[in-house]
């Protein structure tokens, strides 16, 4: 697992969990709790990524989500889209079937609204416990262990789960009821759209200006127009790497949840709307798995 920043783990008593996706994310974000020294099962559609993170890690690999969560106090999950987050969770092999009473699922998959929403009753109904947290810093926060966790459900589930998710988390908040985590995903995603927006077209510009465009944005990043895509983009995006990151796909994948979460509350989003266009111009482009900053490119 590369980490430039090795992770300092906070004492915390052991706990018996799973962890269920071993994507970009999941892979780092689990391998943390086993190096924080929680007992770890870990479960990934193809097999091939578990034995994989058992050749990385202390823990064990399980077949199905059913049989990985068998025991555990605590089931984190980080899977593509709603869709996958149902076929994990649902259903005779999935991981409700598996967890004892009482146990909490955690999802850190960035997903709708309605189906946490769904989920937490779901967990209810079965004396379960549901927190739906997505995350933001990327994979480089997932490997370094400094995500920034933004969480809707139940005080008590919250306050359980805190300590453990700390192991991969920088900050992890509740900010209300079921769905509020990834409410506040999509806050995060229109922000973002709108400043890898505004920075691309100011790198542009300062360019056919005749500007040393490396010597602007350490001179303005010093003043109001600083950002974290400021800082950690810009200069690679001046010089058009974008061979890593969050991927255009998935950020469409997030900015259609934001529209269409905005037609249900009656939000208007025309920057965000136009900037998923934008992306779509770089998907076709033959970008779907460039970075999120490669919006640049479309105006190149």
């Not at 089931?75 to 967890?99: H, I, P, Q, T, Y």
């Not at 933004?150 to 992890?172: H, L, S, Y």
Request: proline letters at 3%; charged letters at 20%; hydrophobic letters at 45%.
């Amino acid at each position: 697992m590369a980490s430039t920043n090795p992770k300092s783990y906070e004492s915390t008593p052991a706990r018996k969990v799973a962890f269920l996706g071993l994507g970009v994310m999941g892979f780092p974000m689990a391998g943390h709790l086993a190096l924080a020294g929680h007992d770890v099962t870990v479960y990934n559609r193809s097999p091939a990524k578990g034995q994989a993170w058992t050749g990385e890690f202390k823990g064990r690999a399980a077949p199905t989500p059913r049989e990985a969560c068998a025991g555990r106090d605590l089931v984190f999950c980080c899977v593509g889209n709603d869709e996958d987050l149902r076929s994990v969770v649902l259903g005779e092999d999935g991981a409700f079937a598996g967890m004892k009473p009482g146990a909490i699922l955690i999802d850190h998959t960035t997903a709708s609204a309605n189906v946490a929403r769904e989920l937490y009753a779901e967990a209810r109904r079965r004396g379960l416990q549901f927190v739906d947290a997505p995350v933001s810093g990327g994979q480089a926060g997932a490997q370094n262990g400094l995500l920034t966790v933004m969480c809707g459900g139940d005080a008590a589930a919250f306050d359980t789960a805190k300590p453990v998710a700390m192991a991969f988390a920088r900050a992890f908040t509740l900010l209300g009821a079921a769905g509020s985590g990834q409410l506040a995903k999509m806050v995060n995603q229109i922000t973002i759209a709108g400043l890898v927006q505004g920075l691309s077209e100011a790198i542009v510009f300062g360019q056919k200006a005749g500007l040393d465009m490396v010597q602007v944005l350490e001179v303005i990043g010093k003043g109001a127009a600083q950002s974290w895509q400021m800082d950690n983009r810009g200069k690679t995006m001046i010089e058009g790497k974008f061979d890593f990151g969050f991927a255009v796909d998935w950020m469409r994948k997030d900015l259609g949840l934001c529209l269409d979460e905005a037609k249900r509350n009656g939000a208007t989003l025309p920057v965000t709307a136009l900037v998923d266009q934008f992306y779509g111009e770089v998907q076709a482009m033959g970008g779907r798995r460039w970075d999120t900053s490669s919006l640049i490119k479309r105006l190149r």
